[in-house]
Structure formats: C-alpha cells, structure tokens
C-alpha cells in the first residue's frame, strides 16, 4: 500500500511539473524570432516596445452597398479601435487582393474574389501592423502589433 505523505508528494511534484510545461507551452519564449511564436502578424520588427492585441466578432457583408459591418464581441486593443460591443460599418471597394475603405485604410491579401471580402487581409498603418481574418462562417478576428496609439 503507498503511503499517504509519498502520495502528497507525488501530487505535488506532479502539479509542479504540469505547471513548468504549461508555462513553456503557453508563454514561451519571449524573443520575436523563437520558433514557438504563432502570431499571424509579422515579427521582426526592430521595436521590442510593440505588443500583439487581438479582437473577435462576427462580420456580414452587403454587395448592393459595399458594406462591410464590423461586430466586435471582445477586443483587448488598447487605442480606440475596435472598441468590444460595438458595431462599425465600413464601406468598402473590394478587388481580387484588395480593399479599401472609406476611411483610407487599405488592406491587401494574397487573393479572392472581386466583391467579397472573405478572406485574410492586412495593413500596416502609423499605429503597426495588422492582420484581419473575415471568415466563410460570419466570424471575425484582428490581431495587431501596436508601437503606439496615434490618436
């Protein structure tokens, strides 16, 4: 029969272990270049000051208009876009690799259909740089590498 005070132990040093590897699975290295980032958004900017923000949502699209709304469930951005709970329209003119908005922002992606936005975009703008995915099931993601807010 195993001992009780050898059964606390072993829950502890088990616990203890299951802690080390989920820190280094989840947090990993701290260095831009470490093979254990996944970021979508391009890392090897020389400002160590930029951190990666995300935002998550849903999305639709009207062709008769060239509206692109916006529906922002949850954003940890620290300027003020996207902001969480809200929903933004943005008309936009949609080529094969790019989209433009009213607003002069201009995203680009590798390819896709003219007049339909689905797909991963991208952008770098005075703030950083940008990756926003508009997916075939209504959802949407953005994540960003802010140097600074400039509003």
């Known amino acids: 029969m195993i001992s009780r005070k050898f059964s606390v132990r072993f829950l502890l040093y088990l616990f203890m272990l ?3 590897m989920f820190f280094v699975l989840c947090c990993g290295s701290s260095d831009d270049n470490s093979s254990n980032n996944n970021s979508s958004t391009d890392n090897n900017d020389s400002n160590d000051n ?5 935002a998550f949502g849903s999305w639709s699209y009207n062709s ?7 529906h922002w469930g949850m954003s940890n951005f620290p300027c003020n876009w ?7 329209t943005k008309t936009a003119t949609i ?9 002069s922002m201009t995203w680009t992606r590798s390819s896709g259909n ?12 005075e703030d950083g ?23």
Do not use: H
Request: charge should be negative; proline fraction near 3%.
């Open 18 to 20: 299951m802690s080390l």
């Open 50 to 54: 930029a951190k990666i923000y995300t």
């Open 64 to 70: 008769e208009t060239n509206e692109l709304a916006l």
């Open 82 to 88: 996207p902001e969480a709970g809200t929903v933004e």
């Open 95 to 103: 080529t094969t690799t790019q989209m433009v908005w009213t607003d």
């Open 114 to 125: 003219a007049d339909n936005p689905f797909g991963q975009w991208r952008t770098t703008n």
């Open 129 to 151: 740089k940008f990756m926003l995915d508009l997916r075939s099931n209504g959802s949407v993601d953005l994540e960003g590498k802010i140097n600074e807010c400039s509003k």
